[in-house]
Nanobody, 126 residues
Framework: QVQLVESGGGLVQAGGSLRLSCASS????????MGWFRQAPGKEREIVAA????????YYSPSVTGRFTISRDNAKTSVYLQMSSLTPGNTTVYFC???????????????????WGQGTKVTVSS
């Protein structure tokens, strides 16, 4: 069982930045697609960004393209989400997730991800 632990959430003013981190305990990290998801109360969990196993391909939700950057360090079995130009609309809980991958194709459906972290709360004040 892969364990994922997110950190880096907190309170930030609109226009500010935060960097989320997710540490994985999985030995298969370098062969896994990693994703960041968000879930607002009463809504379905949705993808924010994802990165393929070797980092060559990334995916971003249209709402964060140009403001967020996902990256990974396979040596540290960690994935990161650099968030900039934050708005109150970005306030929610962010989850890290992983799925085994045999290629660099990125899957964006949350149902395809097998292991999840506990989430880290991001609050953006106006």
């Amino acid at each position: 069982q892969v364990q994922l632990v997110e950190s880096g959430g907190g309170l930030v003013q609109a226009g500010g930045s935060l960097r989320l981190s997710c540490a994985s305990s999985g030995r298969a990290f370098s062969t896994s697609t990693m994703g960041w998801f968000r879930q607002a109360p009463g809504k379905e969990r949705e993808i924010v960004a994802a990165i393929c196993r070797n980092g060559e391909r990334t995916y971003y939700s249209p709402s964060v393209t140009g403001r967020f950057t996902i990256s990974r360090d396979n040596a540290k079995t960690s994935v990161y989400l650099q968030m900039s130009s934050l708005t109150p609309g970005n306030t929610t809980v962010y989850f890290c997730a992983t799925r085994p991958a045999s290629s660099s194709i990125i899957v964006t459906s949350n149902n395809a991800y097998l292991s999840w972290g506990q989430g880290t709360k991001v609050t953006v004040s106006s």
